[in-house]
């Protein structure tokens, strides 16, 4: 004879019943409100996305002009000690641009993020509540059957 899982579990289960609490409408209106939610979600995304984008690209270009101006710069001058002092004052004038660059990059990313972050709390904290209030309704349902 072969074991049989399944009849265990049949065994076990048989006789739960899961309460009825779905409503059809109910259902619709919650796929709705995720649908709402992953739509501005994705708006936030796709918006952030672009404005870092945009802003990776006015670095990028900044540093390819600065960089061009400042090798014509060190090959007209006269003076290997001047040349030396301007590729000096050039390199720290380029670290503190990227590094702000970098610094407004990631503070746009933490905006999206915290943006996208209360759109999902909230979301979430509504369908808690829902939940919540239907096993509330649906456990005062069930006493006054029993009644």
Known sequence: MT????????????????????????????????????????????????????????????????????????????????????QADFAKNWLEYNVNGVREIVELGTRSAQEVFEVVNKHISEQVKEFSDAATSAQHHNKKKAA
């Open 3 to 86: 074991y049989n899982a399944f009849a265990d579990w049949t065994k076990i289960f048989g006789d739960f019943k899961a309460p009825n609490v779905l409503d059809f409408n109910q259902f619709v209106s919650h796929c709705r409100r995720n649908a709402e939610a992953s739509a501005a979600v994705a708006q936030i995304t796709g918006s952030s996305l672009r404005e870092i984008a945009d802003r990776q690209l006015a670095l990028i270009r900044s540093n390819a002009e600065h960089s061009l101006k400042a090798s014509k710069e060190f090959v007209s001058q006269s003076s290997p000690e001047s040349a030396a002092s301007r």
